[in-house]
């Protein structure tokens, strides 16, 4: 992975909702994921969470070099994205948008609908090493980077 302080100054304006290729047909809708199409990176991990408790929290960390598609594949749910400046909240209720976070983004997901499911399409294999877990190390870290400048 790369260096813990170079991707520090992600701003949450990178991070947006990304259109993904569907399809309409009477039989049901078809919405298609390929990397380098409406995916910016190629994919090489997918994972899902669903059965989520009323009232729980998912996230709560950042990545240092990890991009991420968020997708509500069924119901609906909050993504709350800070940089450490500016916060942002988005409710992700449609199977063919899927939201890009960028390196450097905390995040959380809450206000779970019962029954969603959400999709995580990522840039890179699970690495415990990419993680920032604890906010005020975010912080700090983000603090550092812009004293820098």
Known sequence: MTDTCKYLNASIHACKIITLERHHHENGN???????NEVPFKIK????LYDIPGGEERGGHAHKALYQL??????SFTVNITDGRESKSITLNR????????????RTLDNFSSGSVCAVIASEHYDES?????YDEFLLLNSKEQNKK
């Open 130 to 134: 990419d993680y920032i877990r604890n």
């Open 70 to 75: 968020i997708v509500a594949i069924s119901g």
């Open 45 to 48: 991990r997918v994972y899902y």
């Open 30 to 36: 078809l919405t298609v994921v390929e990397d380098h």
């Open 95 to 106: 199977p063919y948008e899927a939201l890009l976070i960028v390196p450097g983004i905390w």
